[in-house]
């Protein structure tokens, strides 16, 4: 059985909803980031990047949301979480989900781990003040030309929705209004009201 590796408010959240939604069966384990539990011997052999998410299938562990997410979709295919059968349209929402894996979460990411890039105080300083603009610049784009509405990749819900919805629910942390964009706003409304999205919030933040 599939096992998911998580910690609560990170980028895991993407593919637990999308597990949740896929109607297979799985388990969800988390992983005690106040203990710094992702830098444990134990999960550096599970995941030697000391990251969430981390997949642990019957072939393997699987890391990285954009490809966590299409194997989902694969593995389950009832679910219809992506359009399979579409090369074009499927090219389209991995590029969705590559802008946020790539982009969006690095933008995000450089207010609190800017460690990462720099040694120096004043350089970090300088580059978490930038964080916000850069985060209004990159949901601006979706909101204008990437999200079509009401779901990311139109009428059909997909593996796009749960990614955009983790990414939408960091901007308050960078003390964005989600209401400055109204289609990323009602989707998050949505999402928000998705009894499969609200189970997993719970097992998350319980
Ligand atoms: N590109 C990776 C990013 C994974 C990642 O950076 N996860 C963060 C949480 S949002 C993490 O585990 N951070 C722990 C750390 O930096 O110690 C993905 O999309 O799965």
Not at 24 to 38: I, K, L, P, T, W
Not at 40 to 64: H, I, Q, S
Not at 132 to 156: H, S, Y
Not at 178 to 185: G, H, I, R, S
Request: charged share 20%; proline share 6%; with cysteine.
């Amino acid at each position: 059985v599939l096992k998911l590796y998580y910690a609560p408010r990170t980028c895991a959240l993407a593919s637990h909803i999308a597990l949740e939604k896929s109607g297979g069966e799985y388990v969800a384990e988390r992983v005690d980031f106040n203990s710094n539990g992702q830098r444990t011997p134990e999960y550096l052999r599970l995941n030697p990047k000391g990251r969430v998410p981390a997949l642990a299938t019957g072939r393997g562990v699987l890391t990285e949301n954009p490809a966590i997410l299409l194997y989902i979709a694969q593995s389950f295919p009832k679910s219809k979480l992506a359009p399979l059968d579409d090369p074009f349209a499927l090219a389209q929402a991995q590029a969705f989900n590559s802008y946020m894996c790539s982009t969006v979460h690095i933008a995000s990411a450089h207010r609190g781990r800017g460690y990462r890039w720099a040694d120096d105080e004043q350089a970090i300083a300088s580059m978490k003040r930038k964080v916000k603009q850069n985060m209004i610049d990159c949901f601006t784009l979706v909101e204008n030309e990437m999200l079509r509405g009401p779901w990311v990749m139109g009428d059909a819900f997909s593996i796009c929705d749960p990614y955009l919805f983790t990414m939408s629910g960091f901007l308050e942390g960078h003390g964005i209004d989600v209401n400055l964009f109204p289609k990323v706003a009602a989707q998050m409304s949505a999402m928000q009201a998705d009894p499969a999205v609200q189970r997993v919030l719970t097992v998350q933040l319980s």
